[in-house]
């Protein structure tokens, strides 16, 4: 058996360079015990196995720029994750519509 240690969350660690993820919900603001903060957690699909993402506000102005400014409209949205200089990033996949 191989288990898999990739953890709960996409990230760097989780991630590699190409991988496609599928939004699940709009996501929500949860507190962070860690970082004493809120932080905005989407629910995702990355192969298999479901994940929780949290997006910079980079990657956050990129979502809204590819796939609207209401996070409900996101779900089914995909991205490719990018792995550049030992950061994960995101290229949202634009759907062509007829």
Do not use: H
């Amino acid at each position: 058996m191989i288990k898999d240690f990739s953890g709960d969350f996409l990230n760097f660690e989780s991630s590699n360079d190409g991988d496609i993820v599928e939004i699940l919900d709009e996501g929500v603001d949860e507190y962070n015990d860690t970082l004493k903060k809120d932080i905005y957690n989407i629910k995702v699909k990355k192969g298999d196995k479901v994940m929780k993402y949290s997006p910079n506000n980079e990657a956050g102005r990129m979502l809204q720029q590819a796939f609207g400014k209401d996070s409900k409209d996101w779900i089914g949205c995909k991205f490719e994750v990018i792995r550049v200089a030992g950061k994960m990033k995101i290229r949202p996949i634009k759907i062509q519509k007829a």
